[in-house]
């Protein structure tokens, strides 16, 4: 960790961690987190659904949850960001206090219940940024919404001209319900509403704009076989892999390890990249995945590649190493293509799947 990056970790961490996330937020605004880029390598960048990806490293949703600075987490050196989840009402999300950080884990408990300023409000920022800008748009429903998958299907048209990629996100464990979408039948309906809505807003602007659905790492193999089963039979464009768990397991902080949330960060790198190359394994090569958990150095997010991943995604691990986390990552990943004399780092795509498939849930 660099001298920067501790120093900022230090005074954060005097403070609880929902009001350092929203001072983190606001030393990215006033521009005084230094621009920390990776350094331009062929060999990383990847082009995934269509998209030209610059590097295979973003910020996952959950940090940016309004549009608030997306520009300024890409020039701290990720390929791309994704903001939200963005719900079409604003809500406040679950009762205070809702993070909690487990720093002998290094990792962090949340519950925040999609707490946004609503449809609205993001879109008004995402209409401020530059076109070029490669943000992603997580959407999601109301915790109190009467019709879920039509809160989904607003999302598309309310971001359509502005988003680089959606995310349909059913697998936070902090709105009650919301991994019923994960069920065979109401995934097949949710998947028809939602590219039904995209192949309209392509038609109207003759842009086409991707669609990943973000799965929880809570499944049973059956869960995952039916999940593969929908989406290969819909025009999905990717999954991603995955979301928060409820597990438990192997913790060594004892203090807040009981908290109800999902756990985040570096505990959940296994769990998360054995979904992701089950995962693989039943979709075949050509469905684009992103893996999310647990990713906190470059040879973590090489280690998802190897599992089948074609981008990786981080956040929590970026709470205890710095704003410098994604800069040295990406900049370690091309040391590894000079270490492993490879021509392009997809190079290692599904070289372990098999040793992270076979590992029970």
């Not at 001298?3 to 900022?8: C, K």
């Not at 621009?35 to 269509?50: E, F, N, Y």
């Not at 679950?94 to 949340?110: Q, Y």
């Not at 028809?192 to 392509?202: G, H, K, N, P, S």
């Amino acid at each position: 960790m660099s001298f920067l990056s501790s120093l900022g970790r230090k005074g954060l961490f005097l403070f609880d961690p929902e009001t350092a996330h929203g001072l983190s937020i606001a030393a990215l605004k006033a521009g005084v987190v230094p621009a920390c880029p990776a350094k331009a390598d062929p060999r990383l960048a990847q082009t995934v659904a269509g998209i030209a990806f610059p590097n295979p490293l973003g910020m996952a949703a959950g940090y940016d949850k309004n549009a608030e600075v997306p520009e300024a987490l890409l020039r701290l050196g990720f390929g791309f960001t994704e903001i939200g989840t963005v719900t079409p009402r604003p809500q406040d999300g679950n009762p205070k206090p809702r993070i909690f950080r487990l720093t002998e884990d290094d990792a962090v408990i949340n519950r925040l219940g999609f707490n946004n300023a609503g449809h609205a409000a993001a879109l008004e920022r995402l209409r401020a940024c530059r076109r070029d800008a490669l943000i992603g748009v997580n959407i999601g429903a109301n915790k109190d919404s009467e019709d879920r998958i039509a809160d989904y299907v607003a999302g598309i048209r309310t971001f359509y001209d502005v988003a680089r990629y959606f995310t349909a996100n059913i697998s936070s464990p902090n709105t009650p319900g919301l991994r019923d979408l994960q069920a065979k039948e109401s995934l097949h309906a949710l998947l028809t509403a939602v590219l039904a809505a995209r192949t309209e807003e392509q038609a109207r602007s003759g842009r086409p704009v991707p669609v990943f659905l973000k799965i929880a790492p809570d499944l049973t193999e059956e869960g995952l076989d039916d999940i593969a089963e929908v989406a290969l039979a819909h025009p999905l464009d990717g999954l991603i892999v995955s979301n928060t768990t409820l597990s438990r397991e192997g913790l060594r902080d004892t203090r807040h390890a009981g908290e109800a949330g999902g756990l985040s960060g570096k505990p959940l790198f296994e769990k998360s990249t054995a979904v992701l190359a089950k995962m693989r394994r039943r979709v075949g090569d050509d469905l684009p995945i992103i893996g999310v958990g647990g990713v906190s150095s470059a040879e973590t997010a090489a280690e998802k590649i190897r599992a089948g991943a074609n981008l990786v995604q981080l956040y929590s691990c970026m709470v205890y190493a710095g704003p410098t986390l994604p800069g040295e990552i990406v900049n370690g990943l091309s040391r590894l293509c000079d270490r492993e004399q490879i021509p392009s780092i997809s190079a290692l795509r599904g070289t372990r799947t098999a040793h992270w498939a076979d590992r029970t849930l």
